[in-house]
């Protein structure tokens, strides 16, 4: 984490990451992350091995920043990129 407060569920457990901390997911593994503080953070995530994630990433900022999909553009992206929205734990 490089600042604020991001919560991390690894597919049975939720915990809070902060700045400094180190959060891990196998390959492979069900997990979800979210900001709930309602302040800005910032983490760095590593694929290893890599994995071609560039266009998911772009593409979830151009969301945030405004982008407007239909749902059934949204489901493809998703779906292509291998997301699956599920209730917060």
């Given at each position: 984490m490089l600042s604020g407060t991001i919560r991390l569920y690894d597919g049975t457990r939720s915990v809070d990451g902060r700045r400094g901390d180190f959060l891990f997911v196998p390959a492979g593994g069900i997990h979800a992350f979210r900001n709930e503080s309602g302040a800005p953070a910032?983490?760095?995530?590593?694929?290893?091995?890599?994995?071609p994630r560039e266009a998911y990433f772009e593409t979830t900022a151009r969301l945030a920043g405004g982008l407007v999909l239909s749902d059934e553009e949204k489901a493809a992206f998703y779906l292509h990129h291998d997301t699956y929205w599920t209730p917060a734990p």
């Open positions: 910032s983490m760095l995530i590593l694929f290893a091995p890599g994995a």
